[in-house]
């Protein structure tokens, strides 16, 4: 998945007819997928900010890449939940809350949400400039 950030200049039904370095930028991430070898880029007008975030990207994808039925499950999970308690999980997920908590410490849930919230910070910075 290439993920592009930027301005929209123009939006349309399709999207091949849309335009704005949001379009461009994306093609341009998800092109670059192949040759660096990843599941997953970001590309924004700021090469320094693209070039941290994507060597932390390809750092995350190590623990995402093996992530099991279960453990991917488990942070679907919790993401579309944000604000529940894994006991509140294990309900709605039908397991036990350990279980769950198994899971999501397999998955390295905890440090790539600190990650998600590191680079959401930055990247808020750099869109504020």
Do not use: C, H
Not at 22 to 36: R, T, W
Not at 61 to 71: N, P, T
Not at 97 to 115: D, F, G, N, P, T
Request: charged content about 30%; cysteine-free; aromatic content about 4%.
């Amino acid at each position: 998945m290439g993920i592009g950030i930027g301005e929209v200049k123009t939006k349309r039904k399709k999207l091949s007819e849309s335009s704005g370095d949001v379009f461009v930028n994306s093609g341009a991430a998800f092109d670059s997928l192949k040759q660096a070898k990843v599941n997953l880029a970001i590309k924004t007008e700021n090469p320094d900010f693209d070039e941290e975030i994507n060597v932390l990207i390809k750092l995350s994808l190590i623990a995402m890449d093996s992530w099991g039925v279960v453990a991917a499950e488990m942070v679907k999970l919790a993401l579309e939940n944000e604000n529940v308690v894994q006991s509140e999980l294990a309900i709605i997920s039908k397991r036990t809350q350990s279980s769950v908590s198994e899971a999501l410490k397999r998955a390295r849930y905890s440090e790539i949400m600190e990650m998600d919230k590191l680079y959401r910070k930055k990247l808020n910075q750099i869109l504020s400039q």
